[in-house]
């Protein structure tokens, strides 16, 4: 059965604390995985899509990389307004573009 | 770019009536949409995937003659509610498919629905 695994649920953090969130997925042909961000009470909002492993993406403060197993969500250095809920995705192939969601990672970032 | 609009934002209605909520990609032709509904501290279960033109695809689970799905244009699709009910109370949010290169999808900013 296609998974996606997120961890740690929730994570705390110092401003200017580095850290990172993890994605593991077990799903037959990887087509592209996503990363969002999600208010409270708002819609995710795109991140970054990486579709082989080794690549990696960057975003202000955010960096994303893939293996062959899982994909992690870098945060250099994080401010308050990083704090949200971070979603992994993943698309695999034969799916009409479904995308299967993890659970996701709370991240609290404290001045 | 890649921007999807939800309308209404939220709404509260009486048990037994019906609700319809619309979905728009403003930027970018979609001829594929979804629907998830998102409970309180859970992540997206996916409801339906809605081809425009043709009839939706129903997760396992979902009613289709309670969530009736339109998608009568590539920018376009509609989520009805039929007959809520308190228990429908939730947060739904589209998500539009754009198969450009990144075949990424954007998703709306979520309608809240309390039926009372």
């Known amino acids: 059965e296609d998974q996606v695994t997120q961890s740690p649920e929730a994570l705390r953090l110092q401003e200017g604390e580095s850290s990172s969130l993890n994605c593991s997925y077990t799903v037959s042909g990887l087509r592209g995985l996503f990363w969002y961000r999600q208010d409270p009470g708002k819609g995710p909002e795109f991140l970054f899509t990486?579709?082989?492993a080794g690549e990696e993406k960057e975003k202000e403060r955010l960096k994303a990389t893939l293996t062959k197993k899982e994909s992690f969500l870098h945060i250099t250095a994080p401010k308050p307004e990083d704090s949200a809920t971070y979603l992994c995705?993943?698309?695999?192939?034969?799916?009409?573009?479904?995308?299967?969601f993890g659970k996701g990672t709370k991240l609290s970032v404290k001045p | 770019g890649a921007v999807v609009s939800q309308h209404p934002s939220w709404v509260i209605c009486k048990s037994g009536t019906s609700v319809k909520i619309e979905c728009r990609s403003l930027d970018f032709q979609a001829t594929t949409m979804f629907w998830y509904r998102q409970f309180p501290k859970q992540s997206l279960m996916l409801m339906a995937t809605s081809n425009e033109g043709s009839k939706a695809t129903y997760e396992q689970g979902v009613e289709k003659d309670k969530f009736l799905i339109n998608h009568a244009s590539l920018t376009l699709s509609t989520l009805t509610v039929t007959s809520a009910h308190p228990e429908d109370s939730s947060f739904y949010i589209c998500?539009?498919?754009?198969?450009?290169?990144?075949?990424?999808?954007?998703f709306g900013p979520g309608t809240r629905l309390t039926v009372l």
């Open positions: 990486l579709y082989s």
């Open positions: 998500s539009a498919r754009d198969m450009g290169a990144t075949d990424t999808q954007y």
């Open positions: 995705a993943v698309q695999f192939g034969g799916s009409q573009g479904n995308l299967i």
